[in-house]
């Protein structure tokens, strides 16, 4: 049995570990106390590393992980973790998107109310002594505007407890439909709309290109005198120079922050000395709940992929809903096989790869598919190093063309998958698709018509199409010891170029290939293992 070793580099829930702790074939060391040098010197030896937010997963250290199958993060955010450089060597990132949304959500809750009844400020000075009423006014949230911009998750689930109390909901969000607003109660938004009409205005995106100072000097300037906002998702989302400004010159009445664009904030940060600012170091996910769901949901998925079974909440491949997955999953093995079969027939270097998905292919999400292709096709020269998670970036890399094309309707076959490969010098076709009981068929190479099993090893030749042929190189075969398991012979016309394919029980040495190439009428051998 293999024994996979997993570090886990930050403290996480060993109860929600359970299932990679008791797992047989894994070992699992617990170092919450490695600097980043010494991660450095320990990850070569790790097949997955396991973080919450505090180890900065850097190029640096993926490169040093030679044996880095996954990282997992228990939580949502991977902003610790160089995932471009993942995805370059192939190394699968997941997280845990689930597991905290809820608690992520009462705390933003919990900073809503503490923010409009200045709840902290209120607990501080009595704490010091002083019983002082009339410092510490606060506002209702009834009939007040929230809004809400990021509605994924937790700023959903914001909205649900919004709306509870008596609060009118904005949202705005690329991916929000005026159904599902409606179905859920809340007015789809515009940023515009949400900056210059809320009370309340909370941020729950990532942290990505567009959203960085998402809210800045101009949107404060556009806002309600009196606004409150609040960040429980990223710092930078809010601009906290523009923040501190904004709070001064008295615009923003307050603000309530858990996330900061430097982490950890310090008394440096103008905002954590702000009266009207109330803050928590990022405390948002750090609930007994929480912390022990990531766990699982974390824990689960890496022993999935260590014992390469399909698995969930990958960041640097698509998403497939369960039966997506299912649909798509026979047709992956045929995807991976007709691109291997297409790199050991092409000759010069790669320039333009097009995949083309006809019949009920086409309603499906091929993206695991044109990854199973590539991942075929470039495995074939690159080895094992070419996985579905980096295939993508090598055909970048390479400067390879790559199209997609869907057709919904196909003549001859009930969905069919086909490759084209095209080369300086030359181009070459696979086309393949499922029958009932047989499984994964490859049913065109180049212009002939063939029904191969793509499985095995084959020894491919195109040859004269005249008498005698296919004997020879039978006899040729029976002389080397070379049992044939199958064969296929196909024409474009009589006493054209044909092409054979013979499924071989072993490997050819290289003295019978030469021979075969040899044999007067072939014009040119090829074989491959898929
Ligand atoms: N404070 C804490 O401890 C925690 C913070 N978080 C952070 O909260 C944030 C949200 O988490 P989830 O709701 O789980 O993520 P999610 O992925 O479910 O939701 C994020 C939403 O933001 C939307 N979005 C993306 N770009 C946008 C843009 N330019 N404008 C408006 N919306 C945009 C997306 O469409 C998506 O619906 C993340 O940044 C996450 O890291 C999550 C958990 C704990
Ligand atoms: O691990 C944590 O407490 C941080 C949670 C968080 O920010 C996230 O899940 O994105």
Aim: with cysteine; glycine share 8%.
């Amino acid at each position: 049995m293999a024994n996979f070793r997993v570090l886990v580099s930050d403290p996480i829930s060993e109860q929600g570990l359970a299932s990679l702790l008791e797992a047989e074939e894994v070992t699992v060391d617990i170092r919450t106390d490695l600097t980043p040098d010494t991660l450095l010197q320990v990850i070569g030896s790790y097949d997955a590393l396991l973080v919450r937010s505090q180890t900065k997963v850097t190029a640096e250290v993926i490169q040093a992980g030679v044996n880095l199958r996954a990282i997992g993060r228990a939580g949502v955010g991977v902003d610790n973790i160089d995932v471009t450089a993942a995805t370059q060597r192939g190394v699968i990132v997941i997280n845990a998107p689930d597991g905290n949304t809820i608690s992520t959500c009462e705390h933003t809750f919990a900073m809503l109310l503490s923010l409009a009844r200045k709840i902290p400020q209120a607990h501080g000075r009595l704490k010091a002594g002083d019983w002082d009423r009339k410092s510490f006014v606060g506002v209702e949230l009834n009939g007040k505007t929230l809004g809400i911009l990021g509605f994924g998750r937790i700023g959903s689930e914001v909205a649900k407890r919004a709306l509870a109390f008596n609060m009118r909901v904005l949202a705005y969000d690329p991916f929000l439909t005026r159904e599902r607003a409606e179905k859920l109660g809340v007015i789809m938004s515009s940023i515009e709309e949400i900056v210059e009409g809320a009370d309340f205005i909370t941020v729950h995106t990532p942290l990505i290109k567009e959203t960085k100072h998402l809210l800045s000097s101009e949107q404060f300037a556009r806002m309600k005198p009196g606004v409150r906002v609040l960040n429980c998702a990223r710092g930078g989302i809010i601009d906290e120079a523009a923040l501190v400004e904004a709070v001064q010159s008295g615009k923003v009445a307050g603000a309530a922050l858990d996330v900061f664009e430097v982490e950890p904030a310090t008394l440096a940060n103008r905002l954590v000395q702000l009266d009207e600012v109330i803050i928590t170091p990022h405390l948002g996910a750090s609930t007994e709940e929480a912390q022990i769901n990531v766990a699982i949901d974390v824990g689960r998925e890496l022993l999935h992929i260590l014992r390469d079974q399909s698995f969930k909440n990958a960041v640097n491949l698509p998403s497939l809903s369960d039966e997506a997955m299912r649909t798509i999953s026979p047709y992956v093995t045929l995807a991976e096989k007709a691109g291997r079969l297409a790199a050991s027939l092409a000759t010069g270097s790669i320039q333009k790869i097009e995949m083309i998905y006809a019949g009920k292919l086409a309603d499906k999400q091929t993206d695991p598919l044109t990854r199973s292709i590539l991942k075929g096709l470039l495995g074939y020269h690159h080895g094992e190093e070419v996985n579905y998670v980096n295939a993508p970036f090598l055909a970048e890399q390479h400067r390879i063309r790559l199209t997609e094309t869907k057709t919904s309707r196909h003549d001859l076959y009930a969905d069919l998958l086909q490759v084209n490969v095209h080369t300086e010098t030359s181009s070459v076709t696979i086309a393949g698709t499922l029958i009932a009981d047989l499984g994964p068929r490859i049913v065109q190479i180049d212009d002939f018509k063939v029904d191969l099993a793509p499985e095995g090893t084959l020894l491919m030749t195109e040859h004269l199409d005249q008498p005698g042929m296919i004997g020879k190189v039978g006899t040729l075969l029976g002389g080397a010891n070379v049992n044939i398991a199958s064969m296929q012979v196909a024409r474009r016309q009589v006493g054209g170029l044909a092409l054979m394919i013979l499924t071989v029980d072993k490997v050819l040495d290289a003295d019978t290939l030469a021979r075969i190439e040899s044999i007067e009428g072939i014009h040119r051998v090829r074989e491959v293992t898929i």
